[in-house]
């Protein structure tokens, strides 16, 4: 009798043990459930955010507002010389980018007169891609800056400014709003209350982000990169390096027989007759 | 994201297993800091600016134009996500198995774009984005990456770890 009671009295205790193992495994297994749902739902909702708030933060690839002037289906283009030019160079820089500047010095002189004599359309992409990979902001900041001289009409004077003057690379001297309005008032009738206004508020800053992000899709992955009709002509075309002499002739020899565009048209001021004085800090070779 | 959620090993730890020496909690704690501030500098580095994160997405010419603008707004996040469940110590294994996950995939896109011969930086820490042929660092961005392979990789196998949502949660 006592021995069955004690029997009894085990198994009930194991059996209690067992429940309460049993229970104990329930419960880790669901708080470990429990945290696991946690960790995915903190990833889910911070990945949702992220694409929701940065959706919001990014700049249309439309932009809202463009400089007077500018051309092509987004108003992304900054034309200058005479638009019935028979050639299209097409120009693609960024004002921090010191192959960029190299190219301005040895070929802005050039290409104004070409400009002048009626024999390209020349068509600016204001590139702002070196921000990205060197600190500093001067990319964007110069851009708008251009942006803001082709809204008053002085484009290619002030870029032609803006290159001979470029800074090392690495120095982000563009960024600072004060010395591109210094630089402007290189520039006849530029330096106005409007364009100051345009710099300091960054008024193209959405145009400047549309352009570069039109750029980031392009197919070109290099500044400067450049266009004659079409077909890229830098650092070379087809076997022929570029110099001043030989795009001339590349531009006389695709325009041969075509109608010239009207001279010194496009309400920019004309070229410098003497070719533009040599940089006051030239860049370093670059890539 | 499914396989490190079950923890065959934990199961039968306290019997089976020697408990793990003490001072492996802490080394494991040192461990998940410091991929919390890897995940934290990353994430960080990559918000300022969208249209900069989605072409160093864009650049590795792997996912279509529709998925890049998500990968690069949405990548971000999910470090800085990542680095903070680290930093509470919140479901550890799971945690250090996602960032072992997202690593090798970084790593597997970096190894593809050398070898597809195209010349990028890996934007692994903000910028991206083409460079010049001269400027691809792969190799040592191969590198750094399995180092913090590494240190997900301890997590994976010792997860306990001193100071932790996930030991106070288990008293």
Redesign the interface.
């Known amino acids: 009798m006592s021995e069955k009671n004690r029997e009894e009295k085990r198994a009930a205790r194991e059996r209690m043990l067992e429940q309460r193992a049993a229970d104990e ?1 329930t419960s880790k297994r669901r ?2 459930l429990i ?2 749902g ?3 739902a ?2 889910a ?7 929701v ?3 919001q ?3 249309p690839e439309t932009p809202t507002a463009a400089p007077a002037g500018t051309i092509g289906d987004k108003n992304l283009v900054i034309p200058v010389g005479a638009g019935n030019a028979p050639s299209v160079l097409t120009v693609y820089e960024d004002p921090r980018c010191p192959a960029c500047g190299m190219f301005e010095r040895e070929f802005s002189a050039t290409i104004d007169q070409l400009e002048d004599a009626g024999k390209i359309y020349t068509n600016y992409h204001l590139v702002s ?1 070196i921000d ?2 060197v600190p500093g902001k001067g990319s964007k900041t110069g851009a708008n800056a251009l942006a803001c001289a082709q809204d008053a009409g002085h484009f290619r004077d002030f870029h032609d400014v803006l290159y001979r003057n470029q800074p090392d690379e690495t120095s982000d001297a563009f960024g600072d709003k004060s010395v591109l309005l210094n630089l402007a008032k290189q520039v006849n009738g530029l330096d106005t209350p409007e364009f100051q206004a345009c710099v300091k508020d960054n008024k193209f800053g959405g145009w400047v ?1 549309a352009v ?2 039109d750029f ?2 392009s197919s070109y ?2 500044t400067p990169t450049v266009l004659l009709n079409g077909q890229p002509i830098y650092p070379k075309n087809g076997d022929e390096e570029i110099t001043p002499a030989n795009l001339v002739k590349w531009v006389d020899a695709a325009n041969q027989g075509k109608q010239l565009g009207t001279a010194g048209s496009h309400g920019q001021t004309p070229a410098p007759t003497s070719t533009a004085s040599e940089a006051n800090n030239p860049s370093p070779a670059a ?1 | ?1 499914a396989g490190p ?1 079950a ?1 065959p090993g934990e ?1 039968s730890a306290p019997r089976a297993a020697p408990a793990a020496p003490a001072w492996s909690e802490w080394v494991g704690l040192v461990v998940r800091l410091g991929l919390a501030v890897v995940w934290g500098w990353a994430g960080l580095a990559k ?1 300022s ?7 160093a997405v ?1 650049a590795y010419e792997i996912l279509p ?1 529709g998925l890049v ?2 990968v ?7 470090e ?3 680095a ?2 680290l930093v509470i110590g ?2 550890v294994r ?2 250090a198995g ?1 960032s072992a996950l997202l690593l090798l995939t970084f790593i597997a896109g970096i190894g593809s774009a050398w070898a597809r011969g195209i ?1 990028i ?1 890996c934007g692994c820490f ?7 042929a ?2 691809t660092e792969y190799l040592q961005e191969i590198l750094r990456d399995t180092g913090f392979l590494l240190l997900a990789g301890w997590l994976l196998w010792r997860p306990r770890t001193r100071l932790s949502a ?1 030991g106070w ?2 008293r």
């Open positions: 495994a708080k470990k945290v696991g946690a960790v995915l903190v990833i909702a911070a990945v949702i955010t992220g694409v708030v940065q959706n933060r990014s700049k891609f990205r990979a982000s570069q992000q980031d899709k992955k290099s890539g | 994201m959620e923890q199961e918000i600016d969208p249209a900069e994160a989605a072409q864009r134009e603008k998500p690069g707004y949405g990548l971000p996040f999910l800085l996500a990542l903070l469940l919140l479901g799971l945690v996602v010349s930086d903000g910028g991206g984005g083409h460079v010049d001269s400027q996930d949660l288990a």
